[in-house]
């Protein structure tokens, strides 16, 4: 969930790139919280400000995803491990993992006091599939049959084949193949069903959403601060055990720990590198530490010039072995991140560190400068300079620093850490194929499955596929794994998968986390979730 993009997966996700960490733009907490006894109240907490208005279709990065996977329940939601449960879902039924009957539970209301219906699924799923609706986590969709004459630039259809609404409170849904993740997926944001007010214009209902989560709406001063409050009709399984949120977006997170140290904050997900040594004698029992489902890796775009073909594939392989990973983690994170070993994370079950071709992420100046010299007789790269961009308001200026510094040692060229202001701001140039250098980009799980880092990320027309990565095989090989009987034969394939993606260097892994966060002396309970975000609706205080 970082945002990132995604173009073609397979009921994977996006939310995710995790974006993960800060990205927050504009004023402390601070700078707008309040003395008054209805503001102590609420649990205040880091964020950014979201790149897109706030509507579940297109929202596939973190700082939006936080907000809106409080204000909306699916069909399943997600417990601080992971584990999915049914939350909107009276009975999910199927025989053959293609052909599904949908239930949904009764009397469950939107926050404008509109009643929740099969239909306010089937429409909110068909909105987002739809291609001239241009919605960035549109092929979350893409397993349903229907979705592909739908999608197309121009649709030959307004709505998917495979979906049909049986009464008020029944569905179905019909797959092009069968899914081990489809169940699994139905609690990520794009399956959130959207109330009949959002579809007289979208873009407005992004800005004031209408729910159906253990959280309302109550306001978005943008750059600032989102403040919620707890849907008092909300009958699901994670009702708010506090008097509120208040996502409030800040420039660094050196200026977020500095407000929790002050109580000005309640809760950090993400402990500045600058602090990582002296974090836990700094908060005693208030520091939290936790392995988590996230990952951050240098992308560089086929456009780039030099990292197309054969002589990026050696490049970029020549770049990760030139990275000294250990080294970088104990220095910058104190230990707290473990070296990438594959392109997803280690926490996620089926996990592999000893995929065929793995040691290419493992430190090797020798081969590093050999590759560099295979790639500079196709085209000598001679004058060039090798720039990863970064945002400088999440955090990452230190450990981009020592791999830019790391690379220039080792294959002795010209390499530099470039900062951007915002983390919109990379996005927005990732996007459009525009930004011109290697770059900085994470995911953060949506849930708890390889798939659905992979699909996100490394499907040949995700809108998350940052590195415009396309490889009809490893495509194959990902709706085979898909389609699996079991997890082990899904694994099995996976890791097929990985293999062809570690010999094409689709792009750098870097780590994954073992995150860092805290908790104010006025919060009774706070802990991270599987993907390092916070249970945000179990905070206590």
């Known amino acids: 969930m970082e945002a990132n993009r995604e173009r073609s997966l397979r009921f994977i996700r996006a939310t995710a790139l995790i974006a993960a960490g800060l990205v927050a733009t504009s004023l402390g907490l601070t700078a707008c ?4 006894s209805a503001d102590a109240a609420i649990v205040t907490t880091n964020a950014g400000e979201p790149q897109n208005p706030l509507v579940p279709t297109n929202t596939n990065e973190n700082m939006g995803g936080r907000v809106v996977d409080r204000l909306f329940a699916g069909l399943k939601y997600y417990d601080a ?26 009397n469950w209301k939107f926050t404008d006091g509109t009643t929740v219906t099969a239909e306010s699924f089937v429409d909110a799923w068909n909105y987002g599939a739809l291609g001239t609706n241009a919605q960035l986590q549109g092929y979350a969709f893409s397993q349903i049959a229907g979705f592909d004459e739908v999608n197309a630039e121009q649709p030959k259809a307004q709505t998917m084949s495979g979906l049909k609404v049986v009464d008020d409170r029944t569905f179905t849904v019909e797959l092009k193949s069968p899914s081990i993740d489809f169940e699994s997926a139905l609690g990520y944001a794009p399956f959130y069903p959207l109330p009949e007010v959002a579809f007289k214009d979208m873009k407005a209902f992004g800005e004031k959403p209408v729910g159906n989560g ?9 750059n600032v601060k989102i ?7 909300y009958p699901g399984g994670r009702p708010a055990k506090n008097k509120g949120l208040r996502f409030v977006m800040y420039q660094s997170y050196e200026t977020a720990y500095a407000d ?11 402990i500045p590198d600058s602090a990582l040594s002296t974090y836990k004698s700094d908060l005693g029992d208030r520091a939290i530490t936790k ?14 010039p030099h990292f197309a073909g054969a002589e990026g594939v050696l490049r970029r392989k020549a770049i990760s072995m030139a990275i000294n990973r250990p080294q970088i983690i104990e220095k910058i994170f104190n230990g707290l991140r473990n070296p990438a070993r594959d392109f997803t994370a280690s926490t996620l079950p089926g996990f592999d560190a000893n995929l ?25 790269w001679a004058g ?3 720039t990863i961009t970064y945002n400088s308001d999440g955090g990452h200026q230190a450990w981009i620093e020592a791999v830019a510094n790391s690379v220039k040692n080792t294959l002795n060229i010209d390499a530099v850490a470039n900062p951007v202001p915002t983390f919109k701001d990379v996005r927005d140039a990732v996007n459009a194929e525009t930004i011109g250098t290697a770059f900085r980009y994470g995911w953060q799980g949506d849930y708890p499955t390889m798939m659905q880092f992979l699909g996100s990320n490394y499907y040949s027309y995700s809108e998350t596929n940052n590195v415009n990565y396309n490889n009809p095989e490893v495509d194959r090989l990902f709706d085979a794994a898909m389609a699996a009987a079991t997890k082990e034969e899904s694994y099995k394939l996976i890791g097929q998968a990985q293999a062809i993606l570690i010999r094409d260097m689709a792009d750098i892994p870097v780590f994954d986390y073992i995150a860092a966060a805290g908790r104010s002396d006025r919060v009774t309970k706070a802990e991270l979730a599987w993907n390092g975000l916070f249970d945000f609706e179990n905070i206590e205080k």
């Open 260 to 270: 929790l140290q002050a109580g000005n904050l309640d809760a950090l997900d993400t």
């Open 356 to 380: 065929p071709g793995a040691e290419v992420f493992e430190y090797n100046p020798e081969e590093a400068k050999k590759l560099w010299a295979q790639a500079d007789a196709m085209s000598p």
């Open 384 to 386: 060039s300079r090798y």
């Open 81 to 106: 491990n992971g584990e999915a449960h049914d939350e909107m879902a009276e009975k999910i039924e199927t025989t053959d993992r293609k052909s599904y009957r949908i239930t949904i539970k009764p």
């Open 214 to 222: 253990p959280y309302a709406f109550e306001s978005w001063e943008h």
């Open 291 to 304: 392995p988590t489902a996230q990952n951050q890796h240098i992308g560089i775009q086929s456009n780039v």
């Open 227 to 233: 403040d919620l409050k707890p849907n008092p009709d």
């Open 33 to 36: 919280s309040s003395d008054d």
